[in-house]
């Protein structure tokens, strides 16, 4: 008989460093929020239960994500911040239950999943996801017995110090979920390891770990938000598929190649080329003589003549005209001015760095454009150096060259010739569906 296994979702996280984009968790991806995806995943692995860990800053966002029929999904409020406070959560709801512990901001494609829940039903062993590395990555490496069971976790050990080429995902089984509670519990509060130094108590104390190990794992964690750009390429159909709504109304002389989904209500213009994988979201209209490269654009949003989006992912009721966005993230009521882009390639070719919460972090990425919150407004001919953040609710005058990062509720323009940064006063204009109606 299978086992009744109970998932946990961790989505308590505060996204500090997915800034400026807010909440990882409820991030969308072709309509739907993150979380969504995930228990649609849930459901197709054969898994009925579902307990979703939020925060009080994140509660009530999580909480409206609609649940698929199917699955049964309950909320509990972690106190603290880090995983370890996430499951001491769980305290006095589950003892015995087998569970799987996910994490919300992580990508997991549908064959690990299945995959895991399988080996699951075999074992009575605590088991961990894991991906063999070939590039060191920040966070956690297993150690192993001789034979090859797991020895402890080892999170972050220092660049050449690893104990072996196999990193850790957030992708746990416990054949009792009582095991690792009470061993967070015996750990005690520490936000930063608890959870890492909970799992070495469980091991320790003689429950045997296997690490299911995959050559190939299709998993990414949506940690910053140059993430986006990864994960959103997940989403798209992995065969060359066209779905085009019937509604869909396209002009003379389009081309449309490779996979791409287009929804509803869709206009495309005469003379644009969209080569897949491509998404378009709901009443979307695309200008004349648009080029759509390999990107996700959501719905409502405007692409006025000569615009070229490539390799970026655009939010909803976004505006563009004559603008070039490569390897950027533009979130939701975004709209750039005629003659603005966002540069994606620095002058040497060298790998593009980024400032976050006061360390610089190697994106790996020699192509980064901009990452720009929502309600941003951008004046004409202004651009936006590789790798930039704007924070929400913030303009750029015409023809300004930013080059260093924006904070949010901010106005910077140019003041005799020099840029010049002010508190932004004003508020960005959040619909115009009659200008769009008259398209």
């Known amino acids: ?71 049964r999904v309950s909320y509990v409020i972690q106190k603290g911040q880090g995983m370890g406070q996430a499951v001491a959560a769980l305290d006095g709801l589950l003892l015995d239950e087998p569970i799987l512990i996910l994490n919300t901001s992580d990508y997991y494609s549908d064959n690990f999943i299945t995959s895991f829940v399988q080996k699951i039903q075999g074992e009575n062993t605590m088991i961990l996801g894991a991906v063999r590395l070939s590039n060191y990555f920040p966070g956690g490496y297993l150690r192993f017995n001789i034979d090859k069971t797991v020895a402890e976790v080892i999170e972050k050990p220092p660049k050449g110090k690893e104990p072996s080429d196999i990193g850790r995902i957030v992708a746990d089984f416990y054949p009792k979920a ?7 519990k015996l750990v005690g509060d520490d936000q930063v390891n608890g959870y890492e130094k909970a799992m070495n108590l469980v091991i320790a104390n003689g429950l045997s770990c296997k690490a299911e190990i995959t050559e190939f794992l299709n998993w990414c964690p949506m940690k910053y938000p140059w993430h986006i750009l990864t994960c959103m390429q997940q989403f798209f159909p992995t065969k060359q598929e066209q779905h085009i709504h019937p509604s869909v109304e396209i002009k003379k002389n389009v081309v449309i190649e490779g996979s791409v989904i287009i929804e509803e209500g869709v206009k495309i213009f005469e003379g644009t080329k969209i080569v897949g994988p491509v998404y378009i979201g709901k009443n979307t209209i695309i200008g004349n003589n648009n080029i759509i490269r390999h990107s996700h654009i959501g719905s409502f949003v405007v692409t006025g003549f000569s615009t070229d989006i490539t390799r970026s992912y655009i939010g909803d009721n976004c505006w563009f005209h004559t603008n070039y966005i490569g390897d950027s993230v533009i979130g939701n009521n975004v709209s750039m001015g005629s003659g603005s882009v966002c540069a994606n390639l620095r002058l040497d070719d060298e790998e593009i760095s980024n400032v976050v919460k006061g360390e610089k972090i190697k994106t790996e990425k020699n192509k980064l454009g901009a990452m720009i919150g929502n309600n941003v407004r951008m004046g004409v001919n202004s651009s936006i150096m590789p790798g930039i953040k704007i924070g929400q609710n913030s303009f750029i005058g015409a023809g300004v060259v930013v080059d260093r990062d924006l904070e949010e509720d901010k106005f910077i323009f140019l003041k005799n010739g020099i840029p010049t940064t002010i508190d932004n006063t004003k508020k960005a204009v959040v619909s115009r569906e009659e200008f769009r109606k008259s398209l």
């Open 1 to 71: 008989m299978a086992k009744l296994i109970t998932a946990v979702l961790l989505s308590g996280g505060i996204s500090s460093r997915f800034w400026p984009l807010l909440d990882k968790n409820t991030f969308v991806f072709q309509g739907k929020e993150f979380l969504y995806w995930h228990y649609l995943q849930l459901i197709r692995a054969g898994i009925d239960t579902c307990i979703v860990v939020t925060n009080e800053s994140t509660n009530n966002s999580i909480r409206s994500v609609v649940v698929p029929e199917g699955l």
């Open 178 to 184: 009582g095991t690792i509670i009470d061993a967070v």
